[in-house]
């Protein structure tokens, strides 16, 4: 089996303005080693306006963190007012872009088909899509999640080569787990990360499904990732509230550390 580095990301939402994510990024830069950065996958999802201070900071350190967008537009360019361009936030240096996050297809109906294209949309600008995928309450409750959270795979991989499923990171986010402090337990996590990972060695093979890193993410903090991160199914974490904290975020980094103490 092939060993997958652990990735884990800071989505911070509509927060922090440029000089606050200037700030931030600092204080991360000076509580993480080179070696726990090298250990440890560390990425930054600021707000649009925040990327290109973000870049610059993480330039002129030579910092190993890396960073993303939290959506981008299924276009390339052209006529569509309000959108962001894959390739401008390959120009920022973005390595990712966050697709699919429930608050987007929540509040901005974001269907799996729209999903899929600004999949292929951010590959075919270089970056690499961190795929969003989770159930609602009603389906947790009605024991369907695994089902559900399936067809959101197999929409959003639509079409995609091998060499894109190689490198794509898909988020499992149960959306009753999100900013509600209601993190789904370690084995309700494995639940749903071991079935995407068994759907991708059906549809793909083994050799894509084994490479493929998945992230669990709602309500992940310093005192629960180790828990997470101990499934074999579960490679990382997309953290929300608690990314906004410097000595948090740097704590949920360090989690190899939390497993040896
Ligand atoms: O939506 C999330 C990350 O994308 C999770 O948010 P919280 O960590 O705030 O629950």
């Known amino acids: 089996m092939t060993t997958r580095k652990p990735i884990i990301a800071g989505n911070w939402k509509m927060n922090l303005n440029h000089f606050e994510a200037n700030l931030l990024v600092q204080k991360l830069a000076a509580s993480l080693t080179a070696e726990q950065l090298e250990a440890v996958e560390t990425v930054v999802l600021p707000p649009f306006t925040d990327l290109r201070t973000v870049e610059s900071v993480i330039a002129d350190g030579k910092l ?21 361009a894959g390739a401008f936030l390959a120009k920022l240096g973005c390595s990712y872009a966050v697709i699919g996050h429930s608050e987007r297809r929540e509040y901005h109906n974001e269907s799996d088909e729209l999903i899929n294209a600004k999949n292929k949309a951010a590959f075919a600008a270089g970056l690499v899509p961190i795929f969003c995928v989770g159930e609602g309450l009603d389906i ?4 369907n999640q695994v089902e559900h959270v399936l067809a959101q795979v197999d929409a959003g991989l639509e079409g995609l080569k091998t060499e894109q499923l190689q490198q794509i990171v898909i988020a499992y986010e149960p959306v009753w787990a999100i900013g509600t402090g209601k993190t789904a337990t370690p084995d309700d996590a494995q639940e749903v990360c071991g ?11 083994a050799e894509v499904a084994d490479v493929v890193r998945i992230q669990y993410g709602g309500s992940v903090k310093a005192a629960n990732i180790a828990q997470i991160m101990a499934q074999p199914d579960v490679d990382g974490a997309l953290v929300g509230g608690a990314s906004l904290d410097a000595e948090e975020f740097v704590s949920i980094v360090r989690f190899p550390e939390h497993v040896a103490r």
Do not use: M, W
């Not at 079935?195 to 093979?205: D, M, P, Q, T, Y």
């Open 140 to 143: 947790r409750e009605a024991g």
């Open 195 to 205: 079935a995407i990972r068994a759907r991708l060695v059906e549809k793909f093979g």
């Open 64 to 84: 190993k963190i890396k960073y993303g967008a939290q959506d981008v537009s299924p276009h390339a360019g052209g006529a569509y007012t309000g959108e962001i």
